[in-house]
């Protein structure tokens, strides 16, 4: 079965820096990855699309990368807030197939002042 | 514009106790939806599915059922509730095809005691 995979559950950054989340998946294909953002008690809110065939997009101070030899995605948050703090989910969308859409376990970020 | 409700946002339950979520979508026709449900400090697990009425795909071979009786309309259901039903359920939607972003409901925090 498809598996996502993130690599690290929490994060700890300073205000200011840039902060650098990892997911990997197993092979799949074509592979879309999206990118989540979901505070405590409420559910995600939708960041990012990247497709397999693009290699980067950019929003705001969001960027997402694609390697498909690595299968992997980073995702980055540049200039971070403590208003960044959240946990982010990466998705594997298999919606070509079926509609699946499959999360990984998340990565909690925490940004100090 | 679309929206998505889901109720009721908690719920305590005793062992043994039946289960209905509800979950409704305004705004858009013939969307995939999902139930997805989420441990403390985890990510989301894809429980089950649907790309139309009357079709359920499931992951998780478990305690719980789906169905979908209405095009905007997907329901959760337990028979029986077991201690381990405990979590916080999350619907979504998207529109059908890939490369489309999920949106989620508020989601019901429960308890099962």
């Known amino acids: 079965s498809q598996k996502i995979e993130q690599n690290s559950e929490a994060l700890n950054i300073q205000e200011g820096k840039t902060a650098t989340l990892t997911c990997n998946y197993t092979n799949y294909s074509p592979a879309y990855l999206q990118w989540y953002r979901q505070d405590p008690g409420r559910g995600p809110v939708f960041l990012l699309l990247i497709r397999e065939n693009e290699k980067e997009k950019r929003k705001e101070r969001l960027k997402v990368t694609f390697d498909t030899t690595l299968k992997q995605s980073l995702f980055h948050i540049t200039a971070s807030q403590p208003a960044d703090s959240a946990t982010y989910l990466c998705a594997l969308d298999m919606r070509n197939q079926g509609g699946k859409l499959i999360f990984g376990q998340g990565t909690e970020l925490s940004v100090k002042p | 514009s679309q929206t998505i409700h889901q109720w009721p946002a908690t719920l305590v339950q005793p062992v043994g106790s039946p289960l209905s979520l509800e979950c409704t979508v305004e705004g858009t026709s013939n969307p995939n939806l999902y139930w997805y449900r989420q441990a403390a400090g985890r990510g989301l697990q894809l429980l089950f599915y649907s790309v139309g009425i009357g079709q359920i795909s499931s992951e998780v071979p478990q305690n719980l059922s789906a169905s979908r009786p209405q095009d905007r309309q997907f329901i959760l259901s337990s028979k029986k509730l077991l201690l381990s039903d405990s979590g916080f359920y999350l619907c979504?939607?998207?529109?059908?095809?890939?490369?489309?972003?999920?949106?989620f409901g508020q989601g019901t925090r429960l308890t099962v005691v």
């Open positions: 979504a939607w998207s529109e059908t095809g890939a490369a489309t972003e999920a949106f």
